[in-house]
């Protein structure tokens, strides 16, 4: 299962969400989504456990839990939808 982690501490690593996420089963991977411009944390990320269960045992008890700082928010993760694209307006 995949998981959102919402509202990370731009200082959050990847490795400081494995930590976090492996005391309810097995990690995956761990991903925080980095700003290609600026080089710094957009300030979320996910993690992939393989057992559904031990997913949703994290997701209730990491959720409103506080991480460096911040509140966190966990849940499923949703698939990505297709952005629509603007043509852009010439002037």
Known sequence: MN???GNLSRETT???L???FSPFGIVQNAKVVIDSY???S???GFIE???DAHAERAIRNLNGTSVDTQTIVVNA???RTERERF???RY
């Open 49 to 51: 456990m393989p057992d």
């Open 87 to 89: 043509p852009r307006t």
């Open 38 to 40: 600026t080089g710094r």
């Open 14 to 16: 990847e490795q400081q």
């Open 42 to 44: 957009k300030g979320f």
């Open 18 to 20: 494995t930590a976090l």
């Open 77 to 79: 993760a949703r698939p």
């Open 3 to 5: 998981i959102f982690v």
